[in-house]
């Protein structure tokens, strides 16, 4: 059940937040609204694995007042390693392996397919969370069962992130307080911008993207290969930051605040600093349970470079199953080193607009690895990219997805403009022009709600990480 | 709070909860008959069937349940046929484009068929080849086999729109066809439909052949159908044919005359309609017909006509019907999709019962056998039709080809 969906607009979210609004003011009321919906929210798309979740969860709570035992937050952090990679990696790891017999001349494994559920990595993240704060101090155990099942089930984030570690969420879940009708007019006008980005941007770039790479990359021209991977760079960024938007929407509604996760990426003038804004959440998840473990900054230079590139290589295996991902989070990493080296240096040297393009080619490169369906077809395509005489197919871009692309590109690029924020926070705050926002926000949302009824499916990229 | 942050909250309630309480209201709407569900827009031209999900526990443990109870959700709204129509409105207008899949916007924006451009853009005459020399022995079977009871079998090959008009194929779908393929291919299927002795009637080269005596085109720029005078020269030539073969006049060929309408209608606002927009696109005057033709000489029979085959034969079998001997026309649309009597017509189309169709397929005088140049020798109804024949009446040998050694 996804957010601009016809059965969650129509049926899920009215009935919940009727409930909610009857309910909130009442002890225990947010949670007893939120935490049934939020269970047949996860029950209702993945049926098989909500069990699964809810004795792991059993487990977590029970570790999570013990921790101070040796070994139990290993445990604990092990167990859901453990469901990740099984549910998520054994295809990867034994088809691998099965290269490696065949080449020994060994007969494979043959083992089956499990079927990845929604959001496991969102959630397994989370639950990793919920022991190491315990063990650091951060947070206390959570006072009852019931409060820890809503941490991880809480349906605005379930599916697809932010990352919301167990002490950002801690003192909202334990004193909730009364959800105030301005944060709810708040939540559903960021729930609106997300819906509207997502139907109106997001669905005609995907489909753009998709015909380029739907076409054998090698019969690509360049031009073609450039258009597909521009068109994939504004996807995904649309894709991602406007469920995102609807997430934190949609907790703000329910009185949740969950922190940001994209902070205009594309004006990044860096690769370090793209990762400061690009799914905030994970990369300081990355930092706080993967890096810092691992030695920090607090180590010798060599470990700090060979860390930093096997936290993003870790980063990228969690994206997915595939050596592209791989591919792609090695390539990260590369380049967060080569900025300790000296790359950033190079690049502080520049025009801010002269870096941010810079910048702006490795992202596109690292986007042309993660899409393609293999290393081989990663290869071929940035071959193509880099031959700008190279003929090949034309995929023709259909009206639709050219406007798309000038909106998602303007959108994403406009900060980079100088004085832009000073006017963007000049028109904000001349009622006039809030107004104006704000309207034309309200019909581009019936718009978008029109389309999202006459569309077929067409899923987030993100909910199968 | 003020009055801005109440209207903001009463605004958020609205757009949240008006769209669920329309649906509550249309789903307690259609449970009391005689009430149809809400419609805030015109029904869609098209639209298939929702499916009824069936719910089971293997179902619900498999998510399939989920999915379909998920997308049949949306279309009982009565928002559905409004939101449908608006966003192909808006496709349409500030695109150029449109919102249903299977159409294309050709050059002049004529509306043309997907799966027509595709054929057309893919002709190979020598991949058309063995299914040619496959298809028409059989033909020759079926022909016949009606021709050993007495009856008259008759193969008729309609144009297709894409194909009588190649310069309306829009140039951002590559035609990689070579053209001797695509002028070429129906030539090489006359030829050997001749060496099968197959009774054939070519509207393809008639129609091309009459467009130069017309002052307008005989595909509608909405419709993919030939228009009423392109299917009435059509009529004309099958009547002939049918004549010479059964050596009697009682199909006399019409006279045909014309005159031109400023608001076209359906068929020939065919694919117009499937667009689903909010208002039809504006389309030029086109033709329409008026036939007249004499009783023959010695008196109108009885005659019952079958006809297997696709749309295109649904004007010739009325104009067929409205001669002067009235024949009894029975139309099976692609064998097993629709059965259409002529009269009263397709706005009393039924679905095929197999035992009827089984039983007065054998029954017709006289037999037509349609495929459109898009699928000629590749139908999928020929070979259902071809497999019923086989077990009813058994059919006799197949010929042999010799090998059809000049390419046209």
Sequence with gaps: MLFYEPLFLLVFLPVVFAAFLLLHRYSGGRLWVLLPASVFFYLWS???????????????????????RRGLLALGIAANVAMLVVYKYTGFLTDNLDVILGAL???PIHAGRIALPIGVSFIVFEKITYLVDIHRGRSNPAPNFRTYLLYVFLFPKLLAGPIIKYHELEAQLLTPGHTRLADMATGFRRFMLGAVKKTLLADPLATGADAVFAVPAAALSSGAAWWGVGLFTLQIYLDFSAYSDMAIGLARMFGFRLRENFNRPYISCSITEFWRRWHISLSTWIRDYLYIPLGGNRVAPWRIYLNLWVCFLASGLWHGAAWTYVGWGAYNGLFLVLDRLFLLRWLDRMPRVLANGVTLLVIMAGWAIFRAGS???????????????????????????????TVAAILSLLPRG???DRFAHGVIAWPAGLFAIRLALSLLFVVAVLKALADPFKPFLYFRF | MGMRRWLDLAIGLVAILAPAGLLLADTVASAIPPYHHIKIAPGLVGAALPIDPAPSIARVLDGKFQGEYARLIGTLTPLYPLAVRAKNQ????????PGVPGIVVGRGRSLLEREYVDEYCSRNRAAFRPLAMAWAPKLRQMQDAYEQHGKTFLYVITPSKVAQNPGLVPPNIPCAAASADRDGILPLWLQIL???GVHTVDTVTMLRAAQVKYPFQMYPRGGTHWNSVGAALATREIAAALSRLRGDGVLPAPDIVWAMKPHPVWPDIDLDQLLNLMAMPRSDPVPYVSLSAKAPFGGCRALRIGIVGGSFMNRPAEDLALGPCAPQIEEWQYWSAYDINWPPGVDAKTGVDPAERDARVLDADVMIYEENEQLMARSRHGPDFYSFLKQQWGLPDAITLAAVKNDP
Excluded: K
Excluded at chain 1, 51 to 66: E, F, I, K, Q, T
């Design chain 2, 194 to 196: 001749a060496a099968a």
């Design chain 1, 46 to 68: 993945e049926p098989l694995f909500v069990p699964v979740v809810l004795a792991s969860c059993a487990l977590d709570y029970v570790l999570g007042r013990r921790l101070q």
């Design chain 1, 375 to 405: 290393l081989e077809q990663a290869w071929t395509l940035l071959t193509a990219m880099v031959h700008p005489g190279q003929m090949g197919l034309l995929v023709w871009p259909t009206p639709d997805v050219v406007a798309a692309a």
């Design chain 1, 105 to 107: 001349g060994m007969a």
């Design chain 1, 418 to 420: 100088p004085g832009f």
């Design chain 2, 90 to 97: 808006v496709l349409w207008s500030v695109f150029g484009m």
